[in-house]
T-cell receptor
């Protein structure tokens, strides 16, 4: 029973274009959402987050959008760079018990 | 500034053997999480601790799995006996839980790749 779903296992984007990674969730008790980036043989590293009371958060090339009514969030990377090739995990936190639940990840390939 | 340290990086063992994975969280962090990554299930939360106390172990798959946190700077995840389906990458992560509730983002170690033959 996946509470955080990333339905695209992989995505290929041309360098310089916009990468859009999507995530859906089912639990309305999530209060905080995060994106992590993972390179091979390394642990995931925190990228950007958004509180459930906001609908957008921006940090440099990275922007996260939250649509609470649709229970959907997305990560936009613009412009995409070769170093952005990695696996991206969407995660959500249940505030009452600090659980952070991850999706299965989306592998992003930035094409030259 | 040392991050989360996990050992060993790789572990290969035979079915039925006991396996112990180790984790040293970031100094000052008071929450510790164990995750398992597989192709089929992605990153699964197994158990997490707050101030060395297990808070939620509902993700631990079976009684063969156990985790301890004897002090703020050390945790272990033990599998006894191990089975081939336990093969996965196991990650430890730590964070700082604020007084007002809520955690700082998780900081992950580089994981232990476990292979059970």
């Amino acid at each position: 029973d996946q509470q955080v779903k990333q339905n695209s296992p992989s995505l290929s984007v041309q360098e310089g274009r916009i990468s859009i990674l999507n995530c859906d969730y089912t639990n309305s008790m999530f209060d905080y959402f995060l994106w992590y980036k993972k390179y091979p043989a390394e642990g995931p590293t925190f990228l950007i987050s958004i509180s459930s009371i906001k609908d957008k958060n921006e940090d440099g090339r990275f922007t996260v959008f939250l649509n609470k009514s649709a229970k959907h969030l997305s990560l936009h990377i613009v412009p995409s760079q070769p170093g952005d090739s990695a696996v991206y995990f969407c995660a959500a936190r249940l505030n009452r018990d600090d659980k952070i639940i991850f999706g299965k990840g989306t592998r992003l390939h930035i094409l030259p | 500034d040392a991050g989360v340290i996990q050992s060993p990086r790789h572990e290969v063992t035979e079915m039925g053997q006991e396996v112990t994975l180790r984790c040293k969280p970031i100094s000052g962090h008071n929450s510790l999480f164990w995750y398992r990554q597989t192709m089929m299930r992605g990153l699964e939360l197994l158990i997490y601790f707050n101030n060395n106390v297990p808070i939620d172990d509902s993700g631990m798959p079976e009684d063969r799995f156990s985790a301890k946190m004897p002090n703020a700077s050390f945790s272990t995840l033990k599998i006894q006996p191990s089975e081939p389906r336990d093969s996965a990458v196991y990650f430890c992560a730590s964070s700082l839980r604020g007084q007002g509730g809520g955690n700082s983002p998780l900081h992950f170690g580089n994981g232990t790749r476990l292979t059970v033959t």
